[in-house]
């Protein structure tokens, strides 16, 4: 992740190379179709949705992959499918010499959607 105070999410897409922005694009459009009342801003450094007043999703451009965040029980009930990429806690690394899930990503967000929803 490139280490700078970013004040919108176009600034921070704007630092990548351009192939990086293009998926960094993608994801960012996946999250606002699938929950189109997110509120969008920059936290932790980096791209990040809330609804409902509570986080929805995260995600970061590193150098050779993409971050993606979707708390705790985003991968916790989507462990299978996340299962062949690399992991920390609440995160997954997306490579960038890979193709990116973006359907997985739309039914991640979906499910963080709905939980916040329900809460």
């Known amino acids: 992740m490139i280490k700078h105070s970013f004040s919108s999410v176009d600034e921070y897409i704007s630092v990548f190379p351009e192939d990086v922005q293009e ?3 993608q994801i960012r459009g996946i999250i606002l ?4 009342d997110a509120l969008e801003g920059i936290s932790y450094g980096m791209p990040s949705y809330k609804l409902y ?3 929805l999703v ?4 590193y150098k050779k992959h993409i971050g993606f965040y979707a ?6 009930n989507f462990a299978k ?3 062949q990429y690399k992991q920390g806690r609440g995160s997954v690394q997306f490579p960038l010499d890979k193709p990116i ?3 997985l990503i739309a039914e991640i967000t ?4 709905a939980e916040n929803r329900e809460e």
Not at 33 to 36: C, E, G, L, V
Not at 71 to 76: I, K, R, V, Y
């Open 33 to 36: 179709k699938t929950a189109p």
């Open 81 to 83: 499918e996340l299962s």
């Open 101 to 103: 899930p973006y359907d």
């Open 71 to 76: 708390t705790p029980s985003g991968h916790e």
């Open 58 to 61: 995260y995600f970061a451009g």
């Open 110 to 113: 979906a499910f963080r959607a």
């Open 23 to 25: 998926i960094m694009q």
């Open 53 to 55: 007043g509570k986080v």
